[in-house]
């Protein structure tokens, strides 16, 4: 009787130690859970932070083409004015014409017209120079834009990338360590 008693606390020791181990597997468990979760939450919180950059991104594009349309407005405005111009210069021919008979004294007032005409087209002409230059500019930051995009979608498929190579890495190496404690 004393050898079945000692069998059977052997028998209950050893079930203690099933208990002890199984306890602390569930705690590894848990453990491994709570790390997935907060794998996932810093993983999240990584993709928030890239579409907060493209979202920034995206509105400096968005702000640039404001500023070149604004831009485009002025210049405008300034075609406005130079169209005004002419129709101030057609108007003193007009005048030239109608008073034609002090021709000496008119005749100096056209040259003199002339002249100003001939500065107004030099401005014209450097303004259509600027214009010209200007829009060669506004080409260069559209390619600089769409280079900076570019730039911006393969940093990004990268990241995603890496980011989805390392939690598979990490899920294989949970499921292993999983495996290798619940042998």
Not at 53 to 59: D, G, S
Not at 88 to 94: A, E, K, L, M, P
Request: aromatic share 8%.
């Amino acid at each position: 009787m004393a050898e079945s008693l000692q069998k059977i606390d052997r028998l209950i020791e050893g079930q203690g130690q099933i208990l002890e181990i199984a306890t602390h597997a569930d705690q590894k468990a848990d453990t491994t859970a709570k790390g997935l979760a907060n794998l996932t939450v810093q993983m999240g919180l990584q993709f928030d932070q890239q579409q907060q950059q493209i979202n920034e991104l995206r509105q400096e594009m968005q702000m640039g083409f404001i500023a070149i349309d604004q831009k485009f407005d002025r210049v405008d405005l300034k075609f406005d004015e130079v169209n005004l111009r002419f129709d101030g210069v057609d108007q003193q021919f007009d005048e030239v014409n109608q008073n034609f008979a002090g021709v000496d004294q008119r005749f100096d007032e056209v040259n003199q017209k002339f002249d100003e005409v001939n500065q107004n087209f030099a401005g014209v002409n450097q303004k259509f120079a600027d214009v010209d230059q200007r829009f060669d500019e506004v080409s260069q930051k559209f390619v600089g834009v769409d280079l900076r995009f570019d730039e911006v979608n393969q940093k990004i498929d990268h990241e995603i990338g890496s980011l989805r190579q390392e939690m598979n890495q990490r899920f294989d190496q949970l499921v292993t360590l999983i495996q290798e404690r619940l042998k």
